[in-house]
């Protein structure tokens, strides 16, 4: 059982910057794969970045290549999201999910979700 939680949304001007954190429970961290998903109001929730066990592969959406960054510290079970020149589309609930062996894209993949942080970004 892993249980996540993210920190670090809120409401920041449109070129501003935001770090997500998600930390899990658990000894196991770095036996998953972790994703950053976010949802919009009324669309489906969507894969941001994902990253492998050891931190060493990363994977990012089109819309965010070259201004978010994912990275893990398996010493303190804590996966991050840095996000660099937010745009308003960059609206939504961010979430971390945690999958065993490797990460995907698809959302139904993955075993535990955190409860999602918000963030908003105004123009």
């Known amino acids: 059982q892993v249980q996540l939680v993210e920190s670090g949304g809120g409401l920041v001007q449109a070129g501003g910057s935001l770090r997500l954190s998600c930390a899990a429970s658990?000894?196991?961290?770095?036996?998953?794969?972790m994703g950053w998903f976010r949802q919009a109001p009324g669309k489906e929730r969507d894969v941001v970045a994902r990253i492998n066990r050891s931190g060493g592969v990363t994977y990012y959406a089109d819309s965010v290549k070259g201004r978010f960054t994912i990275s893990r510290d398996n010493t303190k079970n804590t996966v991050y999201l840095q996000m660099n020149s937010l745009k308003p589309e960059d609206t939504a609930v961010y979430y971390c999910?945690?999958?065993?062996?490797?990460?995907?894209?698809?959302?139904?993949?993955?075993?535990?979700w955190g409860q999602g942080t918000q963030v908003t970004v105004s123009s």
């Open positions: 658990g000894r196991t961290f770095s036996s998953y794969a």
């Open positions: 999910a945690a999958v065993q062996g490797i990460s995907t894209t698809i959302p139904q993949s993955y075993d535990y």
